[in-house]
C-alpha cells in the first residue's frame, strides 16, 4: 500500500524528475519511486554479486588457488596492448 510522504529535494533534480515523467506520460511520483526502485534493486544485485565473488575467492583460496589483485589487474589489461 503506498504511503503518503513529503520530501524536500533540490529543485534541480525534481525537474530532471518532472522531465523523465512527461517523457513517459507518468506523474513524477511515480517516476521518483520507479528511480528509487532501480536503484536499489541495482545495489542489491550489485551486493549479491560481490558476495559471490569474495565466496568463490574463498573457495580457490581453499583450494590453494590465490587471486591477487595483480592478477586481476593482469588479466583486465591482457590482450589491450
Given at each position: 500500500?503506498?504511503?503518503?510522504?513529503?520530501?524536500?529535494?533540490?529543485?534541480?533534480?525534481?525537474?530532471?524528475?518532472?522531465?523523465?515523467?512527461?517523457?513517459?506520460?507518468?506523474?513524477?511520483?511515480?517516476?521518483?519511486?520507479?528511480?528509487?526502485?532501480?536503484?536499489?534493486?541495482?545495489?542489491?544485485s550489485e551486493?549479491?554479486?560481490?558476495s559471490e565473488?569474495?565466496?568463490?575467492?574463498?573457495?580457490?583460496?581453499?583450494?590453494?588457488?590465490?587471486?591477487?589483485?595483480?592478477?586481476?589487474?593482469?588479466?583486465?589489461?591482457?590482450?589491450?596492448?
Amino acid at each position: 500500500m503506498p504511503v503518503a510522504v513529503t520530501i524536500t529535494i533540490p529543485q534541480a533534480l525534481f525537474e530532471l524528475v518532472q522531465q523523465r515523467a512527461n517523457s513517459s506520460g507518468t506523474t513524477v511520483d511515480e517516476e521518483a519511486t520507479k528511480l528509487l526502485t532501480r536503484a536499489i534493486e541495482r545495489e542489491k544485485s550489485e551486493a549479491q554479486l560481490l558476495s559471490e565473488i569474495r565466496m568463490e575467492r574463498e573457495e580457490m583460496a581453499s583450494r590453494g588457488v590465490h587471486i591477487t589483485d595483480d592478477c586481476i589487474r593482469e588479466a583486465r589489461n591482457w590482450g589491450r596492448k
